[in-house]
């Protein structure tokens, strides 16, 4: 089978499937509609790995022009992907995780009445984001990015008629438009100084620009920089980097599966697919790519500790999902598109993992989220339990696990970086897994250890889940436990990298010599991972945890009442809610002003109506001479002729 | 193409039908005057898209054209003819004429004969503004329109519809009676009333300035533009659900066709000189309007704000090519502006258009406009919810869908014209989903909020056929506007060959 065969064939099957189950959302039995996205998902997912298989072990590159969507003068807008093999990696972890989350789904939407339109977003949103994945130009980039947007406010707002899902969804496309603002400026400022939207000919073309400004508020700045941070404002959208982080919160009152999919293993990451897939342009402004680091340093951290005062297990994740998006975003600003890449696979699983574990203990507590109202769960979900561990393991970094050597790879590119923002960006990222460990495992110990805090009621109807959300838990468990131990040293030292040259980094900035210097073997960094930094600080950051939940709760509660102020301050999530909400009410004031001042005062009554007044009110004055008596306009007639006689003899 | 006077066809045919209406309507049955109706609507529809399909898209000259002397003592000339930026609208009126038969099944009650014989009326007028070549023919229908529009207000309108349809006559009116000055003066000097023979004139700056306003007033007014648009939300909500698809899909795209047809290529150093002033009452249209919109409380007059938000697009698009080419030097670089803006004519009309239908869809049951008075309709409206949110999606401007084309082409190509005008324009990208998914999360999800509510019925039957075909167009245009785009190629290079030589005396 031919490329295109392929590509074409993974693409369009989750389209397909979603048709089905979507059109005929109606006619069709849920069987029909989950074994055909599931099916066509499947025959995805296979095209995805050989499509890899290609790509990552016979060494060939792909791309074509598929149709011309329009052309205008002499830019030709085309459908045009790409298989390259930072394209390879994204379609196989997209695909394998949104399989297992749709098998998942079975059980886990069993009993909802939307049954078939959740499979029809689901492989819907597989579709948005593999076109996503594909583009090869900007045009299709903006087309999958625009629709993931789309499929994530569907599924936000699945259960539309709980307000609290229905503003989420709001905000979540809302703030996304925000940053897709920032990214479709970027767009033009490239077509407008390279005069093409197609990824090889910018690529090909970017270096020369690198002398050219553009002029802003009197000043001049390179403009390759403007356009690296505008696309950056994207990613910054949808990848919930600080201060556009504010939507993904919200987004959790979706359905599980699909914080799991779409807000914690897939869409969250296409912001750092793209700033990966834009290297070779950030490889020209290294001052964007600090503030790349900057950003993503800071969210990791920061982000974190909002997750300390929470007390919804989803909302925990989610915060810990910010956070690893931060690492990630660091990674790629320190030009390690290795590291943030294989984090973002290996975050891919176990936070998929992660979420699903929530889901799994959300219903059997009947859809209880409150971690305070749990506790000693472990004994009545063991199967929960274990895989909950696993995950959190992972995202720990604790060796083996699989986010032991993704989170060590970023770290240490971030330590070996030379770019000035970078030991700012190496100690944030430090206390990040201090910070990390501690929510991690205080969400563990307060869902699983801990007294029970559930009536007797609850507790005669909690249950292991069914096989059908079993399985999938199965299914991405493994990767978490292995998939790091096994792909590191193919993933970062064989032939330069699996990313080879689809990511561009400048020569003085390349890590991945000074990483292998330092790598001997897998098992070798696994037992001198006790040599390192990160890994004490996440012990500590576990023992914290179990000091505060397991051991001295009393004395976590008079820290949390001696110091209040750190507590509403993390509880309003640095007041950038707050400043979210201020700019909305600001822009709703405006919105009034002008409608009732200006257009309806101003224009409407004065200008408009007002025209008619006056013409009515001179009309009424004129029509005063119009008298009727004779006599007046004998009088007006005699005095025209007088003051026409005065006119001649004057002249 | 072919020897079948096929423009006047399109003109005369819907206007002769529409009198059997107008004159059997006591004893005609509504439906067999909806059948009748359709039928008209359906050959115009089948003649259109024949006209569409053999259209020769290699040449910008007059194609279908047909000379007949009208008065000819005074230069006037019956003459049609079509280019390819009339002969979409032309497909595109008769396609809307359909949709709004079609709608009439469900949303008509009153005096059916003489309402579908008032659109029909209105879909002979359209052509015939789009068609016309001769400038005394083109004011006739021009004017001949107002009063098919006028009527469907006045009779079939809501509660303050009186005030609305005045207020309609009267604005276009004193927008059109400066054009109809402005025609006489070109006369003079043309001695004829053919519009390409205008195209050769030459005029000093300050009487191509005059000119420049005086075919302003008439085309600013149907646009409309900022701050000439007052009229068209009270139009929109008085109006019925007819009359507001064809405000929207047919009534402001003469507006945008005029800048087109006579602004750009009769008046082009006043274009030029004024360039920045259209921009600015653009650029102002796109934010201040989608502000205003924002705080509508009224679903009708918030589809009318946005519709007027998105029409800065196509105003935009037209007067941005004088600056792209000062800043490029370079023609090649200001198509995607101008064909950005004729995009954003057709695609607006299926949009606007298509959410306005909606709109009547649920006015039909509800009676009221007020957004308070829904809530929770995607609980007992499904399908219809899914149409919906697909049709506020393109006036969102998703890719992929024909929402998306236009104003991604215009946004792209005013980065070379200055990029705080890219600022303001693409801030339409936060504003446009600011208030059409606030005004979709109030209307449609939520609990469902009272008993009005839940007793709605689902779209069904021959709506459900409307808002398919709106959808198909919708979808089409997005994933594949080039089925538009080659369309008027050479026509917009001609244009622009027109309107960027200096005609200074």
């Known amino acids: 089978m031919t490329f295109k065969v392929l590509a074409l064939t993974m693409l369009l099957a989750p389209l397909l499937g979603s048709a089905i189950a979507g059109l005929g959302c109606r006619i069709i039995s849920k069987r029909l509609a989950h074994w055909s996205?599931?099916?066509?998902?499947?025959?995805?997912?296979?095209?995805?790995?050989?499509?890899?298989?290609?790509?990552?072990?016979?060494?060939?590159?792909?791309?074509?022009?598929?149709?011309?969507?329009?052309?205008?003068?002499?830019?030709?807008?085309?459908?045009?992907?790409?298989?390259?093999?930072?394209?390879?990696?994204?379609?196989?972890?997209?695909?394998?995780?949104?399989?297992?989350?749709?098998?998942?789904?079975?059980?886990?939407?069993?009993?909802?009445?939307?049954?078939?339109?959740?499979?029809?977003?689901?492989?819907?949103?597989?579709?948005?984001?593999?076109?996503?994945?594909?583009?090869?130009?900007?045009?299709?980039?903006?087309?999958?990015?625009?629709?993931?947007?789309?499929?994530?406010?569907?599924?936000?707002?699945?259960?539309?008629?709980?307000?609290?899902?229905?503003?989420?969804?709001?905000?979540?496309?809302?703030?996304?438009?925000?940053?897709?603002?920032?990214?479709?400026?970027?767009?033009?400022?490239?077509?407008?100084?390279?005069?093409?939207?197609?990824?090889?000919?910018?690529?090909?073309?970017?270096?020369?620009?690198?002398?050219?400004?553009?002029?802003?508020?009197?000043?001049?700045?390179?403009?390759?920089?403007?356009?690296?941070?505008?696309?950056?404002?994207?990613?910054?959208?949808?990848?919930?980097?600080?201060?556009?982080?504010?939507?993904?919160?919200?987004?959790?009152?979706?359905?599980?599966?699909?914080?799991?999919?779409?807000?914690?293993?897939?869409?969250?990451?296409?912001?750092?697919?793209?700033?990966?897939?834009?290297?070779?342009?950030?490889?020209?402004s290294l001052d964007a790519l600090n503030v790349v680091m900057i950003v993503g340093a800071t969210g990791a951290l920061f982000l974190g500790l909002l997750a300390f005062v929470e007390n919804d297990i989803k909302r925990v994740v989610a915060f810990s999902t910010m956070s690893q998006l931060g690492y990630m975003m660091a990674a790629d600003g320190a030009m390690a598109y290795n590291a943030g890449i294989f984090h973002l696979l290996m975050h891919a699983c176990f936070k998929a993992l992660l979420?699903?574990?929530?889901?799994?203990?959300?219903?059997?507590?009947?859809?209880?989220?409150?971690?305070?109202?749990?506790?000693?769960?472990?004994?009545?979900?063991?199967?929960?339990?274990?895989?909950?561990?696993?995950?959190?393991?992972?995202?720990?970094?604790?060796?083996?696990?699989?986010?032991?050597?993704?989170?060590?790879?970023?770290?240490?590119?971030?330590?070996?970086?030379?770019?000035?923002?970078?030991?700012?960006?190496?100690?944030?990222?430090?206390?990040?897994?201090?910070?990390?460990?501690?929510?991690?495992?205080?969400?563990?110990?307060?869902?699983?250890?801990?007294?029970?805090?559930?009536?007797?009621?609850?507790?005669?109807?909690?249950?292991?889940?069914?096989?059908?959300?079993?399985?999938?838990?199965?299914?991405?468990?493994?990767?978490?436990?292995?998939?790091?131990?096994?792909?590191?040293?193919?993933?970062?030292?064989?032939?330069?990298?699996?990313?080879?040259?689809?990511?561009?980094?400048?020569?003085?900035?390349?890590?991945?010599?000074?990483?292998?210097?330092?790598?001997?073997?897998?098992?070798?960094?696994?037992?001198?991972?006790?040599?390192?930094?990160?890994?004490?600080?996440?012990?500590s950051g576990i023992a914290a945890s179990w000091l505060h939940v397991i051991a001295f709760p009393s004395v976590a509660t008079r820290l949390e009442e001696r110091f209040p102020r750190v507590k509403s301050v993390l509880e309003a999530g640095f007041g950038i809610d707050a400043l979210f909400e201020w700019i909305t009410h600001g822009t709703k004031c405006m919105s009034r002003f002008f409608y009732e001042v200006t257009d309806l005062a101003l224009i409407d009554s004065g200008m408009v109506d007002g025209t008619g007044r006056r013409v009515t009110r001179l009309a009424l004055l004129i029509r005063r001479c119009q008298t009727g008596y004779l006599y007046h306009y004998v009088f007006a007639m005699v005095v025209g002729v007088i003051v026409f006689a005065i006119w001649l003899f004057v002249n | 193409m072919t020897r079948l006077p096929l423009l006047s066809i399109l003109i005369w045919l819907p206007i002769l039908a529409a009198v059997p209406l107008f004159l059997m309507h006591k004893r005609m049955k509504d439906n067999e005057a909806r059948w009748f109706a359709l039928l008209v609507s359906l050959v115009c529809l089948g003649l259109s898209v024949f006209m569409y399909v053999n259209f020769d898209t290699t040449t910008a000259s007059m194609q279908l054209t047909e000379y007949l002397p009208w008065v000819p003592s005074l230069g006037m000339h019956y003459y049609l003819g079509v280019d390819g930026i009339s002969m979409p609208l032309i497909a595109l009126s008769a396609f809307t004429t359909v949709i709004i038969v079609l709608a009439s099944w469900t949303m008509v009650t009153e005096k059916v004969p003489q309402y579908l014989a008032t659109f029909l009326l209105m879909q002979g007028a359209v052509v015939g503004v789009f068609s016309a070549l001769?400038?005394?023919?083109?004011?006739?229908?021009?004017?001949?329109?107002?009063?098919?529009?006028?009527?469907?207000?006045?009779?079939?309108?809501?509660?303050?519809?009186?005030?609305?349809?005045?207020?309609?006559?009267?604005?276009?009116?004193?927008?059109?009676?400066?054009?109809?000055?402005?025609?006489?003066?070109?006369?003079?000097?043309?001695?004829?009333?053919?519009?390409?023979?205008?195209?050769?004139?030459?005029?000093?700056?300050?009487?191509?300035?005059?000119?420049?306003?005086?075919?302003?007033?008439?085309?600013?007014?149907?646009?409309?533009?900022?701050?000439?648009?007052?009229?068209?939300?009270?139009?929109?909500?008085?109006?019925?659900?007819?009359?507001?698809?064809?405000?929207?899909?047919?009534?402001?795209?003469?507006?945008?066709?005029?800048?087109?047809?006579?602004?750009?290529?009769?008046?082009?150093?006043?274009?030029?000189?004024?360039?920045?002033?259209?921009?600015?009452?653009?650029?102002?249209?796109?934010?201040?309007?989608?502000?205003?919109?924002?705080?509508?409380?009224?679903?009708?007059?918030?589809?009318?704000?946005?519709?007027?938000?998105?029409?800065?697009?196509?105003?935009?698009?037209?007067?941005?090519?004088?600056?792209?080419?000062?800043?490029?030097?370079?023609?090649?670089?200001?198509?995607?502006?101008?064909?950005?803006?004729?995009?954003?004519?057709?695609?607006?009309?299926?949009?606007?258009?298509?959410?306005?239908?909606?709109?009547?869809?649920?006015?039909?049951?509800?009676?009221?406009?007020?957004?308070?008075?829904?809530?929770?309709?995607?609980?007992?409206m499904p399908i219809f919810t899914a149409f919906f949110i697909l049709f506020a999606m393109s006036n969102v401007g998703l890719p992929g869908t024909s929402g998306f084309v236009g104003e991604f082409m215009v946004i792209l190509s005013s980065f070379k014209a200055n990029i705080w005008a890219t600022f303001f324009a693409a801030s339409s990208l936060v504003l446009g989903a600011a208030y059409t998914l606030w005004m979709v999360k109030r209307v449609f999800f939520g609990p469902v909020t009272n008993d009005a509510v839940s007793a709605l019925r689902d779209v069904r039957g021959v709506d459900t056929l409307s808002f398919v075909l709106l959808s198909a167009m919708i979808i089409l245009l997005g994933v594949y506007p080039q089925v538009l785009l080659r369309v008027f190629q050479p026509t917009i290079s001609h244009l622009l060959d027109l309107s960027l030589q200096s005609r200074l005396l």
Not at chain 1, 240 to 262: D, F, K, R
Not at chain 2, 204 to 231: C, Y
């Open chain 1, 355 to 539: 979420f699903l574990g929530a889901g799994s203990v959300i219903v059997a507590m009947h859809h209880e989220q409150d971690m305070r109202k749990m506790g000693g769960l472990g004994r009545h979900l063991p199967w929960t339990y274990a895989v909950f561990l696993i995950g959190s393991l992972s995202l720990v970094a604790i060796p083996p696990f699989s986010g032991f050597f993704s989170k060590d790879m970023i770290i240490d590119s971030v330590r070996l970086s030379h770019l000035p923002a970078s030991s700012y960006a190496y100690w944030c990222l430090l206390l990040g897994s201090f910070v990390t460990a501690f929510y991690s495992f205080r969400a563990l110990f307060m869902t699983f250890h801990s007294k029970p805090r559930f009536s007797d009621e609850v507790k005669k109807h909690l249950h292991e889940t069914p096989w059908s959300m079993r399985f999938p838990l199965l299914l991405l468990a493994v990767p978490s436990v292995i998939a790091g131990a096994w792909a590191v040293e193919w993933f970062f030292f064989k032939n330069g990298g699996i990313l080879a040259n689809s990511v561009v980094v400048p020569e003085g900035h390349r890590l991945l010599p000074a990483l292998s210097e330092e790598f001997h073997g897998v098992w070798a960094m696994v037992l001198s991972a006790w040599k390192t930094r990160p890994f004490w600080f996440a012990l």
């Open chain 2, 134 to 380: 001769d400038a005394m023919l083109f004011y006739f229908f021009w004017e001949a329109i107002l009063i098919p529009m006028y009527l469907s207000i006045g009779v079939w309108g809501m509660g303050n519809r009186s005030y609305a349809a005045i207020k309609f006559f009267l604005y276009t009116f004193f927008g059109s009676v400066l054009m109809l000055a402005v025609i006489l003066y070109l006369h003079s000097k043309a001695g004829g009333f053919n519009i390409p023979d205008f195209y050769t004139l030459h005029f000093s700056l300050s009487e191509q300035i005059w000119i420049f306003f005086g075919f302003f007033l008439a085309f600013a007014v149907k646009v409309p533009m900022w701050p000439f648009h007052t009229w068209l939300p009270d139009a929109h909500t008085e109006a019925p659900t007819g009359g507001s698809v064809i405000l929207a899909a047919l009534m402001l795209k003469l507006g945008g066709y005029g800048f087109l047809r006579f602004s750009l290529p009769i008046v082009p150093d006043a274009c030029h000189y004024l360039s920045w002033f259209m921009i600015i009452l653009s650029l102002f249209a796109i934010v201040y309007i989608a502000l205003v919109a924002l705080s509508q409380t009224d679903m009708k007059k918030l589809i009318a704000y946005s519709s007027i938000a998105h029409m800065g697009f196509v105003t935009l698009g037209c007067f941005l090519i004088n600056v792209i080419i000062i800043h490029t030097g370079n023609v090649e670089s200001a198509h995607l502006s101008l064909e950005g803006a004729m995009v954003q004519m057709i695609s607006h009309a299926f949009g606007s258009g298509a959410m306005f239908l909606a709109f009547g869809v649920v006015y039909m049951q509800m009676k009221t406009r007020n957004i308070k008075d829904f809530g929770g309709i995607a609980t007992v």
């Open chain 1, 37 to 284: 996205t599931i099916g066509l998902l499947g025959v995805a997912f296979v095209s995805a790995l050989l499509l890899a298989d290609r790509v990552l072990f016979q060494g060939q590159t792909w791309h074509a022009v598929i149709y011309t969507w329009g052309v205008s003068g002499n830019i030709s807008f085309n459908v045009s992907f790409l298989v390259d093999h930072l394209t390879a990696v994204m379609i196989c972890i997209v695909t394998f995780v949104s399989l297992a989350v749709h098998i998942y789904s079975i059980g886990y939407m069993a009993e909802d009445s939307g049954y078939n339109r959740f499979f029809a977003y689901m492989s819907l949103f597989t579709f948005a984001m593999l076109a996503l994945l594909l583009a090869n130009n900007f045009l299709v980039l903006f087309f999958g990015w625009e629709a993931v947007g789309l499929v994530s406010y569907l599924l936000i707002g699945f259960w539309f008629t709980k307000p609290a899902a229905a503003t989420g969804s709001l905000k979540a496309f809302l703030v996304n438009r925000v940053g897709d603002f920032g990214f479709l400026l970027g767009i033009s400022a490239l077509l407008d100084n390279l005069g093409t939207l197609n990824y090889q000919s910018v690529f090909a073309k970017a270096g020369s620009l690198s002398h050219t400004t553009i002029s802003l508020f009197g000043h001049h700045f390179p403009v390759l920089t403007v356009i690296c941070l505008l696309l950056f404002v994207g990613a910054m959208g949808k990848s919930a980097q600080i201060p556009l982080h504010v939507w993904l919160p919200g987004s959790m009152e979706g359905p599980t599966p699909i914080s799991a999919l779409i807000h914690a293993a897939t869409m969250v990451t296409a912001g750092i697919y793209m700033v990966a897939r834009m290297s070779p342009i950030f490889a020209l």
